[in-house]
Structures are given as C-alpha cells and as structure tokens.
C-alpha cells in the first residue's frame, strides 16, 4: 500500500535557524513528489515538484530535494513569515491526479 | 490572471441536509480534483475530472458525487450529511496533458460544518 509519512509533526524554531523537513514514501512507482505550504484555513500554495532521484529545486530560503525513499525540505535562515504547515504530496505512475498526502508538519518560526 | 476559485466559503448544514460546492478552475485548465481536509490530516482524494469525464474516484461513500461541466467548472455533491464530513473542502485545477504538467493548484476551500 502506498504510503506518505512527513516528520517531525511540528517544528518550532528561531528567525535564522535553519532546519530541514522530511517526507518518506512507500509508493509503486513515483510519478512526481510535490511540496505545498498551507496556512490555517486556506488552501495549500504550490512550491515544487520533483520527478526524480537527485532533482534539487530552490525558491527564496526553500530548497527540495530527492532520493529514491525520502524527499527533504531545506529552510535556510527561516523568518516569521516561513510560519506554516509543510504538506508533501506524491502522483503514483497509475494516477494523473490522485495526490497521496502526508500529515504535514507544522512550523513556527519565532522572532 | 484570476486562480481557481470556490463558493461558498463557508456553510452550515444539519445532519441528513444535501450540500453543493462549487469550483472554477485556472483559464486553460481541463483537469479539476477534489479533496476533503479535515483538522491535522493532509487533503483526501474524493474525485478527479478531466474532459468532463470522471478519471479517478478515492476511498469515499456513494453520497458524493461529482460532476464537470462545459467550461471545466465542477460540482461536488453530497447527500444524507453525517457530522463527519464536517473538513475543508479543497479543490485543485491542474493542466495535465495540455501543459504535460502534473501541477496541481488548489483554492482558496470552502469550509463546511455539518450539525
């Protein structure tokens, strides 16, 4: 069974303290592994998408990357404004559009 | 250019009432997906649309049910409301084949709380 799992739950850190995310995936083929941000009550923004093993993309002070197993999300020198909830996403090759969420993890970047 | 877009944002319904929410997808877009977010879990697939054709359908009871239309809008649909589908309701616009993209853009969700 197909299977996402982000860690840790819930992320507290300081304004310019840099820390990574994780996403692990059990899946039958990746079709593409996709990071979202989402703040309380709206929906999820798009940052990236990954298609495949050793793909790296950076916007702003967010950088993804990708193996075989397990997607990380990088936030270099966070600000208060990087406060969220960090959902990763995976399309297996059987599906055009069936995303298979994690739970999220939850960041707050304190000043 | 305008994202995609839900109605209502919010709405209270009563146990065993019927609920429409609707969806507009981004200009261009052809592939509309749902999904139901309930509180400190990630999105659930309910339905994916494309060319008005239901391509994908997720691990949901017959009282949903979807539609597209036309001009790529949707309606989900949902019957008999128990207090358990009480969740944001997101939906996504992705242009699939058109851009060979599988980006999905969700909106902003419409908040339903059943009593």
């Known amino acids: 069974e197909d299977q996402v799992t982000q860690s840790p739950e819930a992320l507290r850190l300081q304004e310019g303290e840099s820390s990574s995310l994780n996403c692990s995936y059990t899946v039958s083929g990746l079709r593409g592994l996709f990071w979202y941000r989402q703040d309380p009550g709206k929906g999820p923004e798009f940052l990236f998408t990954l298609y495949s093993a050793g793909e790296e993309k950076e916007k702003e002070r967010l950088k993804a990357t990708l193996t075989k197993k397990e997607s990380f999300l990088h936030i270099t020198a966070p600000k208060p404004e990087d406060s969220a909830t960090y959902l990763c996403a995976v399309l297996t090759t059987d599906s055009w559009g069936k995303l298979q969420f994690g739970a999220g993890t939850q960041v707050v970047v304190t000043p | 250019d305008a994202g995609v877009t839900q109605s209502p944002t919010h709405l209270i319904k009563t146990r065993g009432q019927h609920v429409t929410l609707r969806c507009s997808p981004i200009?261009?877009?052809?592939?509309v997906s749902w999904y139901q977010q309930v509180l400190g879990q990630g999105p659930q697939f309910i339905f994916q649309y494309y060319e008005k054709e239901e391509r994908g359908r997720g691990n949901f009871p017959d009282r949903f049910s979807a539609r597209q239309f036309p001009n790529y809008s949707s309606e989900l649909n949902v019957n008999a409301l128990l207090l358990g589908d009480s969740a944001l309701y997101l939906c996504?616009?992705?242009?699939?084949?058109?851009?060979?993209?599988?980006?999905?853009?969700f909106g902003p969700g419409t908040r339903l709380t059943v009593t």
């Open positions: 996504a616009s992705s242009g699939l084949l058109a851009d060979s993209s599988y980006e999905q853009y």
């Open positions: 200009s261009g877009h052809k592939s």
